[in-house]
């Protein structure tokens, strides 16, 4: 018989850091999810938090929720990457942590023998080639104040196969991963720190959506979690504080998971 899965603890009850005061934040995808979530939790630590979006009732939302800034933003677009960064050094003063996290996953994305090449492409181009933008404009900056911290939104599936497969989603994540680990281990001595965050499934509106219309491949997911549920946004965001933070000061070039024990289970329990 299974167990009921212990419940997570009351965010409410744990006692917030102030690592982040006075450094500045720019937040990709801060409209929703884990975007929105990380966006309050860098401004509850004291950062200036900038929220780049493309849905721009979304964005400024989130801006207001957190006393930051809006910039409406395609990233797969590079001169509104470029003007995302400049606005944020341009108000705020400095760029110390980019979240590199907006990123899609559309239904069409599925089994490589059902994707096309335009789904597979648009995935690509919003997932990874995004990140290879905001990570290219943010690192001038950086390098200039030689301390930084960049985190570029992965997934557990970067470092395991999935049976029930979105080929190109799992393909963006490794690319994701393996930029990562690249501009980690050639930055460090310029003070700048770069890692790929590897969350395992989160009760987000995305993941929410997308096994709305499949519920079957939603259990078929939620067996192999040892924790025996999904993760909530505020948990990735606060491991997301974690490596924004000096806490994090010698974790660099790493793929940082926050998947429940997905990635080490053999057999989850009964």
Known sequence: MTQPSPPRPDAAEQPLCRRLVGRTAVVTGAGSGIGLATARRFAAEGAHVVCGDIDEAAGQAAAEATGGLFV????????????????????????????????????????????????????????????????KAALPYMRRQRRGSIINTASFV??????????????????????????????????????????GPVNTPLLRELFAEDPERAARRLVHIPAGRFAEADEIAAAVAFLASDDASFVNATDFLVDGGIAGAYVTPL
């Open 72 to 135: 409406r933003v395609d990233v797969t677009d590079p001169d509104q990457v470029d003007a995302l960064f400049r606005a944020a050094h341009a108000t705020y003063g400095s760029v110390d942590v980019a979240f590199n996290n907006a990123g899609i996953s559309p239904p069409e994305d599925a089994s490589i023998l059902e994707t096309g090449l335009e789904a597979w492409r648009r995935v690509q181009e919003v997932n990874l080639t995004s990140v290879y933008l905001c990570c």
């Open 158 to 199: 970067a470092v395991m196969g999935a049976a029930t497969s979105q080929i190109s989603y799992t393909a963006s994540k490794g690319g994701v991963l393996a930029m990562s680990r690249e501009l980690g281990v050639q930055f460090a001595r310029e003070g700048v720190r770069v890692n790929a965050l590897c969350p």
